[in-house]
């Protein structure tokens, strides 16, 4: 059964903006934080944005201000929109839990800025 469904992504330019989603199993993720978290080429996978059920959210220093999470319940889907993109956020982009959980990772996608 698959768990994350992510969509979006792709190439822009930098300055631009672009918008993931991704759809998350109810019944897996029910109640649970949902994350972004980000993997460049050669680095580790780090943490990006995170929001509650509750709607409150958080921000890595370097995408706060331009990354905005939100989560739609009734479609179980959360967006990560972003914007004023740099060439530094080129990374494959997931979502998951925050925290996350180990066997559960969507596909990824790739978003690549251009300078």
């Known amino acids: 059964q698959v768990q994350l469904v992510q969509s979006g992504g792709g190439l822009v330019q930098a300055g631009g903006s672009l918008r993931l989603s991704c759809v998350y199993s109810?019944?897996?993720?029910?109640?649970?934080?949902m994350g972004w978290y980000r993997q460049a080429p050669g680095r580790e996978l780090e943490f990006v944005a995170a929001?509650?059920?509750?709607?409150?959210?958080y921000y890595t220093d370097s995408v706060r201000g331009r990354f905005t999470v939100s989560r739609d319940k009734d479609k179980n889907t959360v967006y990560l929109q972003m914007n004023i993109l740099k060439p530094e956020d080129t990374a494959v982009y997931y979502c998951?839990?925050?925290?996350?959980?180990?066997?559960?990772w969507g596909q990824g996608t790739q978003v690549t800025v251009s300078s």
């Open positions: 998951n839990s925050e925290p996350p959980k180990s066997d559960c």
């Open positions: 109810g019944r897996t993720f029910s109640g649970d934080a």
């Open positions: 929001i509650w059920s509750g709607l409150s959210t």
